[in-house]
């Protein structure tokens, strides 16, 4: 069974910075895209930042030039530096992974971190 562990969320004042990183543990598995969603109060789930195992990156509109994603294959890590964060960015950030295991494919989700920006 494939699980994802998340760390590095927190409290940090608007214009700060955090790292997130989230690490994929198991046997047996492979790996596609991995990546991180955000889920403020109220709101839907959002896509924040997304990355293919060959490296290319995708990122939400709100977070573009802000947030780097990044990721270690060898150590099925994704890693996300974000930068200049606003309020706006305080939510649950959700890791992400696309899981080959087998002949089975499937969608993983971290159980989340918390990520607070103080105005």
């Known amino acids: 069974q494939v699980q994802l562990a998340e760390s590095g969320g927190g409290l940090v004042q608007a214009g700060g910075s955090l790292r997130l990183s989230c690490a994929a543990s198991?046997?047996?598995?492979?790996?596609?895209?991995m990546g991180w969603y955000r889920q403020a109060p109220g709101k839907q789930r959002e896509l924040v930042a997304t990355?293919?195992?060959?490296?290319?990156?995708n990122y939400g509109d709100s977070v573009k030039d802000r947030f780097t994603i990044s990721r270690d294959n060898a150590r099925n890590t994704v890693f996300l530096q974000m930068n200049s964060l606003k309020p706006e960015d305080t939510a649950v950030y959700y890791c992400?992974?696309?899981?080959?295991?087998?002949?089975?494919?499937?969608?993983?989700w971290g159980q989340g971190t918390q990520v607070t920006v103080s105005s």
């Open positions: 992400y992974a696309y899981v080959i295991a087998g002949i089975r494919a499937y969608d993983l």
């Open positions: 198991g046997s047996m598995f492979s790996l596609g895209a």
């Open positions: 990355m293919t195992s060959g490296g290319t990156a």
